[in-house]
């Protein structure tokens, strides 16, 4: 599906971004990725091979974005996708009013800073090479449902829709598309599901997501290789829920008795 596409993926060391890294890379992509862990850069360069390259790095820094792109021209010749994937639902849990200014401004380079300064410094490139090109950018289900004591992280995520629909308007008459993908319930180091939840309420998974398991970063994989594929040449400016049906669900959960509540005594 990527025969010699060239992407760059940021947070390629871990999590929803390794799968996008291996599962590109599986489809005949070369891959550029970010990372800021040493140690995950360095085993995933040598797990996925050939055609891979890790800049251990930390994209919230100035410059960075222009680096990767560096990397991806001198290593592979030019860059076809861009998935900005970094993202992190922050640190402590207390209510908005006592959250402060540097704390807001942490949510904001971790989640935001980094999805436009990586976009700019991409996009010339992708105009300039005239054949299209695209960009994927990682938010959350939470851009479009609430979280509590995460507001400020939510603001940030739904700024994603906006920037993506309208760079993808802005962009579309080069033929570069642009579009999101808004994952949940995704087994990652971020929020390792399977150490939160133990044997004894696995029995519930099904109560909480419709299609009865949480995710994996490869379902994610699947929809950024859609996105970042000639399958998806007339899509642009939209976001793909990658949730395993919680947003659809909203409040509804399904009952012991086989039947559905928007009530339930203990959600
Ligand atoms: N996992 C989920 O269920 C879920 C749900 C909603 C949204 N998301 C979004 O998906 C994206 C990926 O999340 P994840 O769960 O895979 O995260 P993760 O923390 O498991 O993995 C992120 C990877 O990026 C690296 N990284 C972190 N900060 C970096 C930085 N500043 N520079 C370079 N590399 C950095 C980490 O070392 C790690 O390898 C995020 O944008 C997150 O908000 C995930």
């Not at 992407?7 to 799968?19: C, E, L, Q, S």
């Not at 050939?50 to 930390?58: P, S």
């Not at 998974?205 to 994989?221: E, H, K, M, N, Y």
């Not at 594929?229 to 949730?243: A, C, I, K, M, P």
Request: some cysteine; overall charge negative; glycine content about 12%.
């Amino acid at each position: 599906m990527l025969e010699g596409k060239v992407a760059i993926v940021t947070g390629g060391g871990g999590g929803i971004g390794r799968g996008i890294v291996e599962r590109f890379v599986a489809e005949g992509a070369s891959v550029v990725f970010a990372e800021v862990d040493v140690d995950r850069a360095r085993e995933t360069q040598a797990a996925v091979g050939e055609r891979v390259v890790g800049v251990v790095c930390d994209v919230r820094e100035p410059h960075t974005s222009e680096a990767l792109v560096v990397a991806a021209r001198d290593n592979f010749g030019r860059v076809d996708v861009l998935v900005n994937n970094v993202g992190h639902f922050g640190g402590r849990r207390v209510a908005f009013h006592e959250q402060t200014d540097d704390e807001w401004d942490a949510l904001y380079q971790v989640n935001l800073a980094h999805v436009f300064a990586c976009s700019r410094a991409v996009l010339p490139r992708l105009v300039e090479q005239g054949d299209g090109g695209t960009i994927v950018n990682v938010s959350t289900i939470e851009a479009f449902r609430a979280i509590p004591t995460r507001a400020v992280y939510s603001a940030f995520k739904a700024a994603i829709t906006g920037f993506t629909r309208s760079l993808a308007v802005e962009y579309a008459r080069h033929g570069v598309r642009v579009n999101a993908i808004a994952p949940d319930v995704t087994e990652t180091l971020q929020v390792p599901y399977s150490r939160w939840v133990g044997p004894e309420d696995e029995h519930l998974i099904p109560t909480w997501v419709p299609l009865g398991r949480f995710g994996q970063p490869s379902d994610v994989a699947g929809v950024a290789v859609f996105l970042a594929s000639e399958l998806s040449n007339f899509v642009t400016g939209t976001t793909v829920h990658v949730d395993g049906g919680t947003f659809a669900a909203g409040g509804w959960f399904p009952t012991e008795e086989g039947g559905w509540t928007n009530r339930p005594r203990r959600p």
